[in-house]
């Protein structure tokens, strides 16, 4: 990380839930997010990628203070993200915001769209009456939909509509940070290409710096300046795109760029294809998190044993093997 | 090659608020014996409602199935039969796995009840046979200790191992067609892969015929050997996969090959298509890919038919009879 001013650092990130299992309850801690570890530069695009029950939205959310970590350190422009109360929070908030995969979820049914995006705007005090309406038409345009739309409810926009309106409604604060939440996820293959180049576009004139979360390796090689892959709560490679992307030391991240499936017959790639499921949160294998499914030549006792440091194995590139 | 299963003409109209709904509007199709088709489209394409028409699985109402539509499989229309008749092509005949494992299993009977039950209603077998055939199934589909998996529920197993559990229910009548709705879509992709790889090696095995809906080209590219493109309840472009993907001669496939982001090639974004999908109450008129389409000219104001672009490939495209483009 040698000329990359760090802007959002952080530091070795716990978060677990209680889960009741059984018949009597007992509760047993489930592994979020482990230990996690990570910094973003101002301006660029982290893309955080991992399987579910990897943990990226646990961090996401805490990264947005939607949940509280159990330990570790969030630092944001030089604060202490996670000392913060009251209107130290508030500006937090407004520095920062989230937007997540399932607009339908997140949006309110009731309430119109542009009602929807002006509400921010109202709870932060940021505009009101006339002033507030414009700012709404602005974001609007802003985004790419049409300003007669504002009256309309959510069931009544397309997918990629309704993503567009869950952006604006981040943007309406005037954030500096945007931590995408599988943005695209739900939307077709014609509609996310659409919002994609929207997002890239507003990072362009806003100056954005961007977590995107994904499961689509693919959308984030387009979208990302940095890499972290995570399994198991934890990151276990980090690096440049271009880099984890094109030459992945870790064999997980090896493993799920093969399994990526190539819209071209001639070009079929062998797949490495994983034994077993990922394991469950609820218990971690002992050492490397990775070891059931490692298919890694030199896969031995250590890797059962100890888990491994996440190590520099390239340039600026890191991962979490011991024998990668 | 003669057929296993012909579909002729398949128009199906679903009764809403907003008036009718064409969801599927005149697909014609055949899948030979051992044949992967994959029917390849986006949300409100139609392709899950074709795949339910042809296993009557419509609820009639909403659904309207048109009475000049033909599902001919291996010559008899499914269209027409009901009873046992019905019951013994969606055993042996033709038999679907659904997207969500979930949602598809019922929650309270075991895994073995469930398989079992499925066996006795299209066979004449002890209860102990179909358990038999069962733990073999479950053993087929590479569920790990077959013989205890009879006896746990859904929720105790990974999304994976559901849709193995499913693929086994689907299969234990041996159908010869296996009709796969996003069967992988759910699952996370290294998951993904194993249920390709899986699905790739039963059809071997037992000389299935396949159906594959998807949204996504990458599974289609990987694993058919033909594939329809539909788009607005209509196909509009058919090809083997090699041709589909070398020569694409639909602007929508062209448009949907280019969108799709991948990881080889250039890093560069891809381009999108303008707009979005009509609703199914509301097509076009004339050509439905007209409004977003790079290429639209007046002759598109008129529907186009599939025509035939090349030998075995077809597009729904006025351009197949333009080769110099569109006049401009």
Known sequence: ?324 | MTALLEVRDLRVTFRTADGPARAVDGVSFALAAGETLALVGESGSGKTVTALALLRLLAEPPADVDPASRVLFEGRDVLQLDGEALRRVRGAGMAMVFQEPMTSLNPVLSIGLQITETVQAHERVTRRGARDRAADMLALVGLPDPRAALGRYPHELSGGMRQRVLLAMALVCRPRVLIADEPTTALDVTVQAQILELLAELRERLGMAMLLITHNLGIAAGIADRIAVMYGGQLVETASRQTLFREPRHPYTLGLLRAAPRLDGPAAPTPAIPGAVPPATAWPTGCRFRPRCPHAWARCETAPPLLEAATAQQARCWLVEQPGGAPA
């Open chain 1, 1 to 324: 990380m040698s000329d990359r001013t760090p802007w959002l650092v952080v530091e070795r990130l716990r978060k677990t839930f209680p889960v009741a299992r059984g018949m009597f309850g007992r509760r047993v801690p489930l592994y979020a997010v482990t230990d996690v570890s990570l910094a973003v530069a101002r301006g660029e695009t982290l893309g955080l990628v991992g399987e579910s029950g990897s943990g990226k939205t646990t961090l996401a959310r805490c990264l947005v203070r939607l949940e509280t970590p159990d330990a570790g350190r969030i630092v944001y422009d030089g604060t202490d993200v996670l000392a913060l109360g009251g209107a130290a929070l508030r500006a937090f908030r407004r520095r920062v915001q989230i937007v997540f995969q399932d607009p339908y979820g997140s949006l309110n049914p009731r309430l119109r769209v542009g009602a929807a995006v002006r509400e921010p705007l109202e709870i932060h005090r940021l505009a009101r009456g006339q002033e507030a309406h414009d700012r709404v038409a602005a974001l609007f345009a802003e985004v790419g939909l049409d300003p007669a739309y504002r009256d309309r409810f959510p069931h009544e926009l397309s997918g990629g509509q309704r993503q567009r309106v869950g952006i604006a409604r981040a943007l309406a604060v005037g954030p500096e940070c945007l931590v995408l939440d599988e943005p695209v996820s739900a939307l077709d293959v014609s509609v996310q290409a659409q919002v994609l180049a929207l997002l890239r576009d507003l990072q362009r004139h806003r100056g954005l710096t961007y977590v995107f979360i994904a499961h689509d390796l693919a959308v984030v090689r387009q979208m990302a300046t940095r890499v972290a892959v995570m399994y198991l709560g934890r990151i276990v490679e980090e690096g440049p795109a271009d880099a984890v992307l094109a030459t992945p030391r870790h064999p997980y991240t090896v493993a799920l760029l093969s399994a990526v499936p190539v819209p071209d017959p001639a070009t079929q790639r062998r797949r490495i294809v994983l034994p077993g499921d990922p394991p469950s949160p609820l218990a971690p294998p002992p050492g490397c998190p990775f070891h059931p499914r490692c298919p890694h030549p030199q896969k031995d006792d250590r890797c059962r044993q100890e888990l491994p440091a996440l190590d520099e194995k390239a340039p600026d590139q890191r991962a979490r093997c011991h024998y990668a």
